[in-house]
Structures are given as C-alpha cells and as structure tokens.
C-alpha cells in the first residue's frame, strides 16, 4: 500500500507543499530552512549567518502538538475511534513508542489511500508529514544478493533477528486486528486488503531513520527537526530538546557560528558503531574509518554439562560488545552473558529446583551457596574470588575463539564476494555500505584479536594462573600415566 501511494502520488508531498504545511501549523523557521543537500536527500540550511548565543534562540520551533509520540497518538485515538480499535486490539506494544507510532503511521496512511478515503477515519494534520517522508533503503529491504554480501558482518545477524520480529508482529498485527470490521475490509480481506508485509516494514524503517529521543517525551518523531542530517563530535552545530512550554526546539551549540547557506547538523549518536548506522540510517559518515563497535554472538558449549540449566537462568543478552576508541586504538569488550559460560559446579555453581508457594517449581541458581537473583553483577562476585586472574583468563580465551571464528567467516565471504561483485541485481548504496562495514569490521577485529592475546598471555603469567594450571597438568598426567 504505502510502496503504491508513494509511486502513484497520493502518499508524497511537495517539499514546497510541506514547507506551507509546516508554515500554516506553526512550525517556525528562524534563519533555516528545507533545502536539498546532495546525496543526503533533504537537511537544513542557514539562511542567514548565525552565532549560538547565551540566550539559546531556537533555529526552529515545533508545537507540541505536531510531535508523534505515543502521548499525542492516543491522545489523537479519543477523537479517532478507528485508530482506538487499532490501538485496543493490539495492546501491550500500543503502548511503547515504537508500537503506538507505527500503528499510527500505517493508519493514516490507510486514511490517505483513494480505495478508503472517506470510508473511515479522521484524518490527523500530521497525515501530511507522513506523506513526506521518504521510503528509506535500509537493509531491511536489500534483495537477497545484497544481504549476502553482508556474511561474516554483525550487520547479518542483526538484520536476520530484525526481519523475524518484524514477521512476528505484523502476524501478531493482523490477528489482533481481523476481527475488527473496517481492518477486516480494508486491510485484511483476500481480493481486496491492501496491507503486505512490505507496508510493516515501511513504517519500521520510517520510525527508525527518524526517532529522536526528547527529554520529558521519550521516542518520538518531530517534523522539520528530524530534516538535520548527522555529523560525529565537533562537526555537529544543533542539538534537539523541548522548552518550558512542551514544544520540540533546535538550538545552536554555544559559540558556534554558522555562514549562510552552512548545513545545521545533530547528532545521531556518536558511539554508535558502523554496523547500527547501517541497521537504523542506511549511511556511513565518508570519513569513518573506524567500525567503533562490533556486537558478537556467543554460545554455550554442547559439551557443557550445565548448558540446559544455564540457559534456563540466564536472562541477559547472548552476546558480547567490542569496542575501539578512535583516539587511543585502545580496544574493550563487555559481556554479562561469558561469565556464567566459564563456570561449572566444581568452581562452586550449581542449580537446585526449588516449590514456589503456589506449587510450581522453579530453577535456581547458587554461587559458592549464594543465590544468583541478577546475572548484572555476576562479574562483580567473581572479581572477589581467589581465582578471579583465571576466570578472566578463561572470559578473554571464549572472547578470543569467537573473534576467531567470525574472522574466518569474513575472509571466507570476502572470497566469495569478489566472484559476486558483478551480479546484477546488486545496487550500487547496498553494495558500497557491505563492501566498507567488512573492511571496517574485519580491521577492528584484528585489532581486537592483538590486543586480547597481550591480555592473555600476560594473565596467564600470573601467580594463581601458573599455580592453576601447573597443578591442573600434574593431575592430567597421573591419569594418563598407565606405567
């Protein structure tokens, strides 16, 4: 549906009919417009040369009103009884931001469509600004030859996770919803309904690419404000927030200047790696070198004999956070899920199923006789224990395999895509993007596959390492001695 409305015109809208939108619903412009910007599509630029003063007088000023957020589209819901069933039927993911800002963003668009208009529903001014946004080319929409240009990158798997939730709830969409007369006959019926999966993928790329966190808001999205393309650290001129009256307003940084014509840029995020600017923006900065941070997927291991139990407590993320500062090359990582892989019940974990008073049973977690309720401070309780240097030894060397691995499967793919590089169906945007996130994460791993073997082999020279492993290598050969 929305992918037609964009083609035929009856969901797009005229930079010049948006800016007398956002003109006609108080939306100020003060010494900025919306104005192209080359590649980038749309941005703002100075009109005229501005400095950012103590007094903070706003670029642009958005009413309250006019920004989507999940307070105004159930606010909006009370005088839309379409967009209440909608709401009602779906339940508990109405009520996040993201929830509430989709369904709202795929009913109006229903209202806009010729097949509808006039059947249902009350039309929101901010119908308009959902006609302005673009259709994004996230990876969410790359063909198959271009996602497999992906393997070996964290972007794969991510993109895998993001495509099977994004099924799930538009199943889960459309059951709360086909009950529900005028979804049943204009989004669900077998000749006539005109949702696809395509459309819940459309309005998930639209909030993504665009949701600003606002203090006292949370997520939203905020017309003419959400225009500002991104620029890291000191490249960045504006920064986004709300004013004693609730409405959404960009400011100058104190003592920048900006010539007329000079572009007015946020920031997304500045830590955030190559891969997520890829995931939520379809863009890398052209001058990032640097992969920033790489998220890594850990297992536990089939020959575990606690695998079923330890999957059974452990509620953290399954994964593992590497990072590389730019400035030092100084190499981290983080991960809550690796510490409960490298211990067994002969350093003193172990699982007990206890009777709740309702008569269920439940599995519980110990640590040196001591209960585990929150695996967040896990590696704090380790760090007291007398073999904390061997525990980290172990972390860093299931760290360190799993670099390994991915490594592998990236030079592998790399060889696999240079035979591929001339299929067809390849567009230039995704194939860049693919070709740079592998550099750039294939170097960071590197770097952080040197900088975790100085670790090891310097915690491995410690005192109640050697003493471990010494003794450990005594007792392997009295086994095995069968003189």
Known sequence: MIRRGKAQGWLSLSRDDFRRWASWNDIEFRGVDAESVGSKGQGLLATVAQDGASEEEPLVVVPRSLILSKENVWLQSKSDKHLQSVLDAVGDFANTSRGSIQLFLLVQSTYACPDVQGDVGVQHPLLEYVKSLPMELLPTFWNDAERDLLEGTSLAEALDAKLSILHREFDNVREATSSIPWCQDHWW???????????????????????????????????????????????TVARYETNGDGNAILVLHAKTRVDTGSEITITYGDKKGACEMI??????????????????????????????????????????????DPESGKCDWK????????????????????????????????????????????????????????????????????????????HAAQDRSAEADTELSLRDRPRNLAIRLRHLETSMLEAVLRTLQQDIEHVANLDVVRQYLEGHAEEVHEVDDFS
């Open 279 to 324: 995931f939520s923006y379809g863009f890398l900065e052209e001058d990032l070198n640097n992969a920033r941070s790489v998220i890594l997927s850990l297992t536990i291991p089939n020959d575990d004999p606690l695998k079923q139990a330890k999957l059974a407590v452990m509620d953290c993320a399954p994964g593992c956070f590497l990072t590389l």
């Open 189 to 235: 019926d077998e000749t006539s309904g005109l949702l696809e999966f395509d459309d819940w993928k459309q309005v998930d790329a639209m909030y993504r690419s665009r949701a600003l966190e606002f203090p006292g808001i949370g997520d939203c999205m905020v017309p003419i404000i959400d225009l500002a393309n991104h620029a890291s650290e000191t490249d």
């Open 335 to 410: 991960s809550e899920y690796v510490w409960p892989i490298i211990v067994n019940e002969e350093d003193g974990l172990h699982f007990q199923i206890a009777q709740t008073q309702d008569g269920q049973r439940e599995l519980h977690a110990t640590w040196q006789d001591e209960p585990i309720g929150d695996l967040s401070d896990f590696q704090d309780r380790l760090k007291v224990h007398p073999m904390w240097d061997l525990f980290r030894l172990r972390a860093m060397a299931t760290i360190q395999g799993r670099v390994q691995d991915q490594l592998m499967v990236l």
